[in-house]
């Protein structure tokens, strides 16, 4: 079936430092999206990608669509304590959502 | 809007016995409801899809009549984990779709001694 890998499976950065996600499909998507998961809670949607190369921003946070359609990254500018959680990309085939492995990134002040 | 309530939040419960997780769409209608599991440190995994007023479909390897859905209404999807084991303990999460978006529940934690 399809699979969803991301890269790093753990990130811990000085709040301030950058911070990048990547996520691989084995498969060619039609859709990506992306959550965040603070500890112990539930996934929150942040965006969607639909089209090849697309690039959208969301204040810190930058998300990337590859040209193939089947890797995506997820961007974070100058981290802060808040950013604190588990970032998924979740592929999307017809209604469900394969989620990604997830990378979990520890801010420290 | 969108917002999607999950009862329990928490629950514990004996080896053996059945435990049933109710899901609701408060503000909006939702013919599909989704059910994941997600075991500490890992991903969230999709167990099955609920389908207002028909089967469920369940993903390959989770065990129909383990965990049995039961969406009878526009709001309403349960999931019950029958003859609960250790191993079943986890994080049990629902999401309802709504225009092609899936808007998640809050979760419930279930323990089983």
């Known amino acids: 079936g399809q699979q969803v890998m991301q890269i790093p499976q753990y990130q811990h950065v000085q709040e301030g430092e950058d911070f990048t996600t990547y996520c691989n499909s084995s498969?060619?998507?039609?859709?990506i999206q992306w959550y965040k998961q603070r500890p112990g809670g539930h996934p929150v949607f942040l965006i969607q990608?639909?089209?090849?190369?697309e690039v959208k921003k969301q204040k810190r946070l930058t998300f990337q669509f590859g040209e193939a359609k089947k890797n995506s990254s997820l961007h974070i500018t100058a981290t802060q304590t808040t950013d604190v959680g588990t970032y998924f990309c979740?592929?999307?085939?017809?209604?469900?959502?394969?989620f990604g492995t997830g990378t979990r990134l520890q801010v420290f002040p | 809007g969108a917002v999607v309530s999950q009862h329990p939040s928490w629950v514990i419960c004996k080896s053996g016995t059945s435990v049933k997780i109710e899901c609701r769409s408060l503000?909006?209608?939702?013919?599909?409801m989704f059910w994941y599991r997600q075991f500490p440190k890992q991903s969230l995994m999709l167990m099955a899809t609920?389908?207002?007023?028909?089967?469920?479909?369940?993903e390959q390897g989770v065990e129909k009549d383990k965990f049995l859905i039961n969406h009878a209404s526009l709001t309403l999807s349960t999931l019950t984990v029958t003859s609960a084991h250790p191993e079943d303990s986890s994080f049990y999460i629902c999401?309802?779709?709504?225009?092609?978006?899936?808007?998640f529940g809050p979760g419930t934690r279930l323990t089983v001694l």
């Open positions: 999401s309802a779709l709504r225009y092609n978006e899936q808007f």
């Open positions: 503000d909006f209608q939702a013919t599909t």
């Open positions: 979740a592929a999307v085939n017809t209604d469900k959502l394969i």
């Open positions: 609920s389908n207002e007023g028909s089967k469920a479909t369940y």
């Open positions: 990608l639909v089209k090849s190369g």
């Open positions: 498969t060619t998507l039609s859709n």
